[in-house]
């Protein structure tokens, strides 16, 4: 069992950054891939980024690719978002998930074990 708690979330200025943090508890967090998803009001909830559980294979959504990164720390049993040049668009409540003995490739929210509760992400233009 793993329990995600992500944080970070906030207002920010169109063009600004934020960074948002998915703590994990358990033992065995490095065996995990990760993902971050997001739902904006009335949509589906739509993947974000992934990353797998060496941190050394990252996947982006094309809207953000070139603007966000996602890393991990296995130590700390944390994965991040760093958010930089947000648009409007981007407002939603970001989630982050895990895959047991995923590969960091998967786009499904179906293929996730685990899920956060979500932090608020707004951007005002």
């Known amino acids: 069992q793993v329990q995600l708690v992500e944080s970070g979330g906030g207002l920010v200025q169109a063009g600004g950054s934020l960074r948002l943090s998915c703590a994990a508890s358990?033992?065995?967090?490095?065996?995990?891939?990760m993902a971050w998803f997001r739902q904006a009001p009335g949509k589906e909830r739509e993947f974000v980024a992934s990353i797998s559980w060496t941190g050394g294979y990252t996947y982006y959504a094309d809207s953000v690719k070139g603007r966000f990164t996602i890393s991990r720390d296995n130590a700390k049993n944390t994965v991040y978002l760093q958010m930089n040049s947000l648009k409007p668009e981007d407002t939603a409540v970001y989630y982050c998930a895990a895959q047991r003995h995923g590969t960091g490739t998967s786009r499904g929210l179906s293929e996730y074990d685990y899920w956060g509760q979500g932090t608020q992400v707004t951007v005002s233009s």
């Open positions: 358990g033992r065995t967090f490095n065996s995990y891939a």
